[in-house]
Every structure is written in C-alpha cells, then in structure tokens.
C-alpha cells in the first residue's frame, strides 16, 4: 500500500488588526450618536427649564419699553404688589428714564427645598446712551416665575 502524501491547506492569515480596527471604529461611531443625543437632550432639558424665566423678563421687559404699566405690573411677584399698588408703580415708572434696549445675557433656575427661583442678568440701554446691566430675580408662584423686585 501506498500512501500520497498531500500538503496541508494553506492557514488563513490572521486578520486580527483589522478586526479591532472594526471593533475600535464601531464603538467610536456608537459613542459619537450616544454623545450627540446626550448631548442635545441635555440641551432641551436645560432649554425647557430656562424658557419661562426668559419669558416673563421679556413679557416684563417688553411692557416697559412699550409704557404698560398694566402688564409690567401684571409680572411683578405678590410680595412685590404687596408693597407697591398698580398706581405707585405707574407713578415710579414716570420717573425712570426711558428703556430703548435690553439683552437678556444669562439666566440661571434654582430648584432649593422645592421652592424654584430664577434669575436675568440683562443689559439695558436707556434714552439718552445710558447703559447698565441689572440682575432681576423671579420667583415661582401658581406655576408661573414672576418678577420680584
């Protein structure tokens, strides 16, 4: 009997190196979508949250500018009526000089023991090129931040 002899199949090469460049190239790809959507829902988050306050010093600040007392008074918070009637606030605003200008600059929410709190750093600009720059507290009452001054 006789026996042939065959030649092994040639090994298969190893493709280690591109294997973990696979593997390094899908999980940078998987950590750039997670970031990118972690990245944006905190966005909305801190968006949602700041809104409101943005709101009322625009809605506060617009009614200023325009000469409406009513609704400048309208977001004042209740301590802050408390103290002052609508027809004292008109008479203070008569002597203020004339608002022209604002930018809202930054705005921060405070959550603290349940009682939510925010604040406006906003620059104004006023008749006659004065500027200067006034930091408004609002508070939360019945679900809405007002002004308190």
């Known amino acids: 009997m006789d026996y042939q002899l065959y030649a092994a199949p040639p090994a298969r090469p190893r493709r280690t190196g ?36 943005q709101d009322t010093t ?18 004042l918070c209740s301590s802050t009526r408390g103290r002052m009637s609508e027809q004292e606030f008109t008479q203070l605003a008569a002597t203020q000089p004339k608002l022209v200008n604002y930018d809202i600059d930054g705005v921060v929410v ?28 609002l508070v939360k009452e019945d679900g809405a931040f007002r002004v308190c001054e």
């Open 110 to 137: 405070n959550n603290v023991n349940g009682r939510t709190t925010g604040t406006a750093t906003v620059r104004l600009s006023y008749d006659g090129g004065i500027q200067r720059t006034q930091v408004f507290t």
């Open 58 to 75: 625009r809605t506060y600040l617009d009614a200023v500018r325009r000469g409406d007392n009513q609704t400048a008074y309208a977001q």
């Open 18 to 53: 591109r294997t973990i460049a696979i593997i390094v190239a899908v999980v940078f790809l998987l950590c750039c979508v997670g970031g990118s959507v972690g990245g944006f829902l905190l966005y909305r988050t801190v968006s949602d949250a700041v809104a409101p306050v």
